[in-house]
Nanobody, 125 residues
Framework: HVQLVESGGGSAQVGGSLRLSCVAS????????MGWFRQAPGKEREGVAV???????TYADSVKGRFTISIDNAWKSLDLQMNSLKPEDTGMYYC????????????????????WGQGTQVTVS
């Protein structure tokens, strides 16, 4: 069965760095997009960074220049390098994958992703 397993969360100081990883398995169809979303306490889940198999990379404005998304050639392992962390980066981070190709709109829209991991907590203080 489909699995997305995140790792690498934890605590960091303001200005510090963390690296999140996500491993995908069990997909019957080719993954078209993978990305990271986060949910802070009391807030809705929001898109952080997304990568598509045709090379499109999208970042939320709040993380541009600080976070970098990367994926291996087999599209099985997704990473998120987070630098210059801020308290507002605190939240549960979810790995997501989608198999559909979408046209127009934002890739940070979570409705485009049908598969989700359990999440990994990031706390910045």
């Amino acid at each position: 069965h489909v699995q997305l397993v995140e790792s690498g969360g934890g605590s960091a100081q303001v200005g510090g760095s963390l690296r999140l990883s996500c491993v995908a398995s069990g997909f019957r169809y080719s993954i078209y997009s993978m990305g990271w979303f986060r949910q802070a306490p009391g807030k809705e889940r929001e898109g952080v960074a997304v990568n598509t198999s045709d090379g499109m990379v999208t970042y939320a404005d709040s993380v541009k220049g600080r976070f970098t998304i990367s994926i291996d050639n087999a599209w099985k392992s997704l990473d998120l390098q987070m630098n210059s962390l801020k308290p507002e980066d605190t939240g549960m981070y979810y790995c997501a994958a989608g198999v559909d190709r979408w046209y127009g709109g934002s890739w940070l829209n979570q409705a485009r992703f049908g598969y989700w991991g359990q999440g990994t907590q990031v706390t910045v203080s």
